[in-house]
């Protein structure tokens, strides 16, 4: 079992950048594909990014593609979400979750593929 617990949220002004970080704890958190989903009001959750075990396979959502890049470091338990170039649109509650995987390459771009949720962080962008 793996607790997830992102930070990094917040106000930014248009064009701006922030990191995020999810912090895992438990054991194995290199056995774990992750993902980064966020929720605006009224809108449906969306994958927003999906990074593989080993880090070298990674998705993105095209409305962030050439803005986002996701990381991870397994030695730190902690995967990441650079946003840049940030728009309005951006803002929502962003999530990350986990899903052990036998496949160091596979990653996964659906919310029902995760097994383990954070909390959210807010992010917000203003004009």
């Known amino acids: 079992q793996v607790q997830l617990v992102e930070s990094g949220g917040g106000l930014v002004q248009a064009g701006g950048s922030l990191k995020l970080s999810c912090a895992a704890s438990?054991?194995?958190?290199?056995?774990?594909?992750m993902g980064w989903f966020r929720q605006a009001p009224g809108k449906e959750r969306e994958c927003v990014s999906a990074i593989s075990r080993n880090g070298e396979s990674t998705y993105y959502t095209n409305s962030v593609k050439g803005r986002f890049t996701s990381s991870r470091d397994n030695a730190k338990n902690t995967v990441y979400l650079q946003m840049n170039s940030l728009r309005p649109e951006d803002t929502a509650v962003y999530y990350c979750?986990?899903?052990?995987?036998?496949?160091?390459?596979?990653?996964?771009?659906?919310?029902?593929?995760?097994?383990?949720w954070g909390q959210g962080t807010q992010v917000t962008v203003s004009t």
């Open positions: 979750a986990a899903r052990a995987t036998p496949s160091v390459t596979s990653r996964f771009l659906k919310g029902y593929d995760y097994n383990y």
């Open positions: 438990g054991r194995a958190f290199e056995m774990y594909a």
